[in-house]
């Protein structure tokens, strides 16, 4: 196994010296980031901040969303500052010297909430219910969503809910400055998910702007910290010329492009039709596994060169599922997208293919980049 081990690793360094994607991870915990950096990625292309919002949070999540009251929902995000700081520190901690994009919060709301109908069955069986379950409830009804994953989430959510951006930006600001104080080399980034109108990523960006010259007057260490977004709707792809006037890069979110584009719902889909699609050879494979390079990668294509004549400054990657699958990542090389970003386990195959999609284009002469 010794030699088998000698020539897996040696395939991975002639791959690296070929290719030109960088390969990065998709990782949320310090364990991840440190896994997923023995294994090669050159940083974190999506740090999802939902996970760190569950478990005992959850109910100050509950208190942040649905506060009818100023007062309760300032308390509930002083509560979560610290949290966060701590969560971004041990992460820029693992991925010292290498970029780490971290994504303001983009849950599907329907899985933060509380039930509504356990809600309603617990104020009903209660002989004097908890004013709070009421108010709860009301909230509850007024956010009820039938399409939670086309509703109140991504960036919608940020400019919905009153302090929820400035808290996220602060404790990434306060975990970079943390690091910078103890030696270290913090690279943090941020990204703005479910764009669908420059409008929105101003509005965003400007609050993520202001917010950080906050941190840096009060602690005098101004430090560089890019601000870019999901391209994850068709709008947001056809209108990447002037979105990427607002953003210093483009991730691809290609599970919720798939899923916007064809209209296929990702939680759903996969399971209720796609094996009869699959066996009457409407589909090859997966469109959420494989990139469907007629719809779905026209729009990255599209948006990845309207986005860069815009903006030539503009980093483009792709963080979706995609991101680890072999056939996508020859397409995403042939389109000239900086970095694709998978899940930790993926980054050794995604290294060797993006290492033979390399010299693939130089064979055929076809690098347009
Ligand atoms: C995506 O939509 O492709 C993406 C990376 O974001 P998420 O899977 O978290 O929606
Ligand atoms: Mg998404």
Redesign the pocket.
Known sequence: TGALTDAVLGALRHADSLRRLEVRA?ADTPEDAARARALGAQGIG?C?T?HMFLGERRALVEAMILADDDTAREQALAALLPLQREDFTGILEAMDGLPVTI?LL?PPLHEFLPDRTELALRIAAAEDPDPRDRALLKAVERMDEQNPMLGLRGVRLGLAVPGLTAMQVRAVAEAVTARLRAGGDPRAEIMI??VGTVEELRLARTEVERVLAEVAEETGTPFDCPIGT?I?LPRAALTADRIAEAADFF?????????TTWGLS?DDAEASFFPLYLDQGVFEVSPFETIDQDGVGRLVEIAAAAGRAANPDLETG?????GGDPASIHFFHRVGLDYVSCSPFRIPAARLEAGRAALIGRAEGSDSR
Do not use: A, K
Not at 252 to 259: A, C, E, I, K, V
């Open positions: 998709n999506l999802r939902e994504r983009d998910p479910l999901m994850e991730s691809f979110g290609t599970n919720d492009l798939t899923q990702r792709v963080c979706g599922e995609h």
